[in-house]
């Protein structure tokens, strides 16, 4: 009774374990985030291939910018600065709406709102995968 006691204990200590590694293991790669969210603008906003070409290069160069600045506060025992966060996604947000038309711009940001949302209400750059 006592072995299949100690076995219980030990799976459950297991499970924990690998739960807990899978939920905050490692990010996607660059390449991966601005894959899914061409790939959701692709159906929700109907951007063109012109406008996918404009956008990867805003988005691949946003999540390196952002990447580089968690790696670097993490290196220095910091957490990333959420006014640098919002600069940024200021920024990345200009930039996108330079290249959406009027009705495409607004239902991006509609999305990132509702995303944000079921996020639990964090900013841009302030966890997650976006």
Sequence with gaps: ???????LVFGLALHVSASAQQGGGQRRTVEERVKMTLDRMKETLN?????????????TRNYREMDKMREDARAGGQRPDRETFMKMAEKRDSEIKSILNEEQYKKFK??????RQRAGGRGPGGGGSN
């Design 1 to 7: 009774m006592k072995r299949i006691l100690i076995l």
């Design 47 to 59: 951007i063109t291939p012109e406008q996918t070409v404009k956008l990867d290069s805003v988005f």
């Design 110 to 115: 509609a999305a990132e709102e509702e995303r």
